[in-house]
T-cell receptor, first 113, second 113 residues
């Protein structure tokens, strides 16, 4: 069975600083990996995904993530944080097929002015 | 941009009552899912549905839960006899194929009193 670990339930960065949200996964097969963002009282919005191919994936709002098989990681980064990035971020893994997603516990991103 | 639509946005029900949560997935999507998020906790997979049958379900999805796609557009989650611990945000999701991202609805907040 797959699992996801997100290091840091809360991450605080200054506006304009680098954002790094960590995600490690375990999977018995090559995984499909996803990052979702959730703003207060809203649903989940897909930021980016990795299925196959290029290991560096670019998403919306300037975010990107790199799949590192050797480290079983899929960390999310953004070069320069914006106040509007404040939200809850969830990393998720799927083992393909019709499988549902297994989510991490989420990281609350706080942006300091 | 196509959306997954969930109704109602908020439902309050008495313990022991049956409740039906409704979802309209994106029209050309083939895979359908229900997830739940208890307040302050991570998103948990409940069930996946493909080709008019359940393809996977979690241990949460016990005999109290059922899903149905009664026509070509709706996808419903029924909870037969609600318990206090069923209070959560329920998200519907769909996707076009196995290499695609999951598109989530805005959720139904279920409160069992």
């Amino acid at each position: 069975a797959q699992s996801v670990t997100q290091l840091g339930s809360h991450v605080s960065v200054s506006e304009g600083a680098l954002v790094l949200l960590r995600c490690n996964y375990s999977s018995s097969v090559p995984p499909y990996l996803f990052w979702y963002v959730q703003y207060p009282n809203q649903g989940l919005q897909l930021l980016l995904k990795y299925t196959t191919g290029a290991t560096l994936v670019k998403g919306i709002n300037g975010f990107e993530a790199e799949f590192k098989k050797s480290e079983t990681s899929f960390h999310l980064t953004k070069p320069s944080a914006h106040m509007s990035d404040a939200a809850e971020y969830f990393c998720a893994v799927s083992e393909g097929g019709a499988d549902g997603l297994t989510f991490g516990k989420g990281t609350h991103l706080i942006i300091q002015p | 941009e196509p959306e997954v639509t969930q109704t109602p946005s908020h439902q309050v029900t008495q313990m022991g009552q049956e409740v039906i949560l409704r979802c309209v997935p994106i029209s050309n999507h083939l895979y359908f899912y229900w997830y739940r998020q208890i307040l302050g906790q991570k998103v948990e997979f409940l069930v996946s549905f493909y080709n008019n049958e359940i393809s996977e379900k979690s241990e949460i999805f016990d005999d109290q839960f059922s899903v149905e796609r009664p026509d070509g557009s709706n996808f419903t989650l029924k909870i037969r006899s609600t318990k206090l611990e069923d209070s959560a945000m329920y998200f519907c999701a769909s996707r076009e194929g196995t290499a695609y991202g999951y598109t989530f609805g805005s959720g139904t907040r279920l409160t069992v009193v």
